[in-house]
């Protein structure tokens, strides 16, 4: 696994009066490896792990931007997306970016698929199906958005976080 952490230069310090005192730009990447797999097979215990882990550092990075009341929501995003990259990609290759600049979250995961994820309704009696209806209920919370890149390999999520 690999992250790298990027801190621009940090703007005019916030007002005395705004709490609480957030940072106002922050970047983080991290990439790492799956297991390549075909059609229906099962994920591997590895690589099912790295959602854990990624819930775990997005949660990290929020405490360390003083944005501990978003944490939880930030870790379910990630957890949704960083799920279907891990799912059903058809590659080996998984980048989470994590970018705060003023008072908008950007959390993007990259696959090497180009297959477009969709939100569909599922069955009554689905144990899956519903992280990208939990991603959409979150960004229209935050005032956020979500979407695909055009070539399909990223998926990303927009929240408004507030910031100084």
């Known amino acids: 696994m690999t992250t790298t952490s990027v801190r621009p230069p940090q ?3 916030c007002p ?13 990447r991290t990439s790492f490896d799956i297991s390549p797999r075909r059609g229906s097979e099962d994920v591997p215990e590895r690589d099912a792990q790295r959602v854990c882990a990624m819930r775990r550092l997005a ?14 929501d930030v870790a379910l995003v ?10 059903h990609s058809r590659g080996t290759h998984i980048t989470m970016d994590l970018r705060l600049h003023g008072a908008v979250l950007r959390i993007a995961v990259r696959d ?9 309704p599922p069955g009554p ?11 959409k209920g979150i960004a229209d919370q935050y005032n956020g958005s979500w979407g695909v890149s055009a070539d399909g390999t990223t998926t990303w999520c927009t929240l408004t976080v507030g910031s100084c």
């Open 11 to 13: 703007a005019a310090p």
């Open 16 to 28: 005395a009066a705004a709490v609480p005192r957030t940072r106002q730009f922050d970047a983080m």
């Open 59 to 72: 949660r990290a990075r929020m405490t360390y931007c003083g944005l501990d009341a978003v944490a939880d």
């Open 78 to 87: 990630v957890s949704e997306l960083v799920t279907n990259a891990v799912k």
């Open 112 to 120: 090497d698929t180009s297959r477009l994820p969709q939100i569909r």
């Open 125 to 135: 009696d689905a144990e899956s199906g519903r992280g990208l209806i939990l991603v």
